[in-house]
């Protein structure tokens, strides 16, 4: 993990001088203006919220096995708005003014470390053996937390590197579920010094053809409630729970139907195109070539 700690530092600095940066620029504003600029930026982490933050299409913009710590804005956006409080209750003594700089600071060190688990569920060793129609070895989750990992070493034994649920859970920063970010942190340290990297794509289902051409490719999927209504049976017979993100992998595409190691399943499952128009949400993670 010595690559997210390299991370909280350098984002722990940023945060810093992004506070006095702001403090000194506003140093002589008025109060309207503060006041002002407090509110956009209170408006701006909501607008990180809704739309940035833990979203996996963010490693396009930062490719980094740490790009989970790396695009948690919220300190930086933290410390400007402490930066501005600051000078905004500068009338007022130290004393006073340390509660509110107490709670921004907690804030944004809460929103860091928060997502490091201090102690990965403990995980089983289960695999479905290869068959004639499935060649690769499938891990299943023997935990309700670990469909992720359990995923994750699905494709990287796939590509000849052996691993286990319980080590990719810890990778991929698993807690009670695991984050996208954090699935692609789990791959992409299990993939250095390898020739393959792992890449966020996003298409239709016409385009998984693409996605698989050269090796299986992970598949974040979920049951919407608006489907679950319509086609019940996911929830009644097959287990899926609305709401509630699940990642498989995708092997092969033949003849309109799909072939899907589920890490929730005892054996390999045959998708549909309704299927998977249904479940998949048009994103995932497929593995590529390193360019020289």
């Known amino acids: 993990m010595e690559d997210l700690t390299i991370a909280m530092v350098f984002m722990a600095l940023m945060s810093i001088g992004i506070f006095f940066v702001v403090r000194r620029v506003v140093l002589h504003a008025s109060p309207m203006i503060l006041d002002g600029t407090a509110a956009v930026l209170v408006v701006l982490i909501g607008v990180y919220v809704r739309l940035?933050?833990?979203?996996?299409?963010?490693?396009?913009?930062?490719?980094?096995?740490?790009?989970?710590?790396?695009?948690?804005?919220?300190?930086?956006?933290?410390?400007?708005?402490?930066?501005?409080?600051?000078?905004?209750?500068?009338?007022?003594?130290?004393?006073?003014?340390?509660?509110?700089?107490?709670?921004?600071?907690?804030?944004?060190?809460w929103s860091v470390v928060?997502?490091?688990?201090?102690?990965?569920?403990?995980?089983?060793?289960?695999?479905?053996?290869?068959?004639?129609?499935?060649?690769?070895?499938?891990?299943r989750q023997t935990t309700p937390f670990t469909c992720s990992a359990a995923s994750a070493a699905t494709i990287l034994v796939s590509l000849g590197i052996e691993t286990s649920e319980e080590d990719m859970a810890a990778l991929c920063l698993t807690q009670e579920g695991t984050t996208w970010l954090g699935l692609y942190h789990g791959l992409s340290v299990r993939l250095r010094g390898t020739p393959f990297k792992a890449e966020f794509f996003e298409c239709d289902v016409e385009g998984l053809d693409a996605a698989i051409a050269k090796h299986p490719?992970?598949?974040?999927?979920?049951?919407?409630?608006?489907?679950?209504?319509?086609?019940?049976?996911?929830s009644a017979i097959k287990g899926w729970k609305p709401g509630v993100s699940h990642s498989t992998v995708l092997f092969a595409h033949i003849a309109g139907r799909f072939l899907l190691g589920d890490p929730s399943q005892p054996e390999p499952e045959v998708w549909t195109e309704d299927d998977m128009a249904n479940l998949w949400t048009g994103r995932g993670l497929r593995i590529v070539e390193r360019r020289n």
């Open 52 to 109: 940035v933050w833990g979203q996996l299409w963010i490693v396009k913009w930062i490719p980094l096995a740490s790009v989970i710590v790396l695009s948690n804005w919220f300190p930086l956006l933290l410390g400007a708005l402490a930066g501005v409080l600051w000078v905004r209750t500068q009338a007022q003594s130290f004393l006073r003014r340390l509660p509110a700089q107490a709670i921004l600071i907690g804030g944004a060190i």
């Open 114 to 139: 928060y997502v490091i688990p201090q102690k990965p569920p403990k995980c089983g060793s289960e695999w479905i053996e290869p068959t004639q129609l499935t060649p690769f070895r499938i891990c």
């Open 217 to 234: 490719a992970l598949l974040c999927c979920q049951l919407s409630d608006e489907v679950d209504q319509l086609v019940p049976e996911y």
